[in-house]
Each structure stands twice: as structure tokens, then as C-alpha cells.
């Protein structure tokens, strides 16, 4: 089992960047493939990143790609999501989520952008970009 904690959300003028934390407990934070996720008010949760447990792989939707990156550092337990260039349309609460025993025979893809897919979840962290 593991949980997740974000931080480093805050409000930032259009056009600033941010940088989530997801810092993960437990000893097999390298076994978890994580997706990080939004959710605006009064809307769906979104998928913004995904990587895998190696980090070698990455997938992005085209609302983030190339304005955002996702990492991990295994040996600290943290995975990051770098977010330049932010619009008032990236406002939402981030959730980070991981998933334990990620098919490797199935593109990350197709998978990732699924909330179903994830086992844990953290609390959120807020991010508001203001115009």
C-alpha cells in the first residue's frame, strides 16, 4: 500500500509556472507506475500526465503537452509535474495517483488516462491561474 501527498499548488499569473510533489510512504514507491489528474469545479477529472515506474515513459493529452512534464525520483519517493506556460484554463485541484502492476505489454497510452486504472490517490493540491 501506498499514500500520496501533493504540494506546491498556489495561484500564479497566466503564462507562470508551478511545480506539484507527490511524496509517496512506503518502499516500493519504484513498483507504481503514477498519473497525475485535474479536476475543475463542476467538472470531470481529467488526465494530465502519466509515467512509468522506471520513468522512462511518458504519455500527455494535447491540452498539456508540451507545457508540461512529468518526473520521478524513485530514490526520494516524489514524483513532479512541471507546468510552464499555465492558462486560466489549467486552473483545477491536481491529484497525483498510482497504480501497482501496470501492464507492460499495453501502451501507457491507453491506460494511463483512465482514473479507473489507478489504485491510490492523494488529497489534491489547488491550482488557480489567474487572467
Known amino acids: 500500500q501506498v499514500q500520496l501527498v501533493e504540494s506546491g499548488g498556489g495561484v500564479v499569473q497566466a503564462g507562470g509556472s508551478l511545480r506539484l510533489s507527490c511524496a509517496a510512504s512506503?518502499?516500493?514507491?519504484?513498483?507504481?507506475?503514477i498519473g497525475w489528474f485535474r479536476q475543475a469545479t463542476g467538472k470531470e477529472r481529467e488526465f494530465v500526465a502519466a509515467?512509468?515506474?522506471?520513468?522512462?515513459?511518458?504519455y500527455y493529452p494535447d491540452s498539456v503537452r508540451g507545457r508540461f512534464t512529468i518526473s520521478r525520483d524513485n530514490a526520494k519517493n516524489t514524483a513532479y509535474l512541471q507546468m510552464n506556460s499555465l492558462k486560466p484554463e489549467d486552473t483545477a485541484v491536481y491529484y497525483c495517483?498510482?497504480?501497482?502492476?501496470?501492464?507492460?505489454?499495453?501502451?501507457?497510452?491507453?491506460?494511463?488516462?483512465?482514473?479507473?486504472?489507478?489504485?491510490?490517490w492523494g488529497q489534491g493540491t489547488q491550482v488557480t491561474v489567474s487572467s
Open positions: 512506503g518502499r516500493t514507491f519504484s513498483s507504481y507506475s
Open positions: 509515467i512509468r515506474r522506471t520513468g522512462s515513459i511518458t
Open positions: 495517483a498510482a497504480r501497482s502492476n501496470p501492464p507492460t505489454y499495453l501502451s501507457i497510452s491507453i491506460w494511463g488516462p483512465r482514473t479507473t486504472e489507478y489504485d491510490y
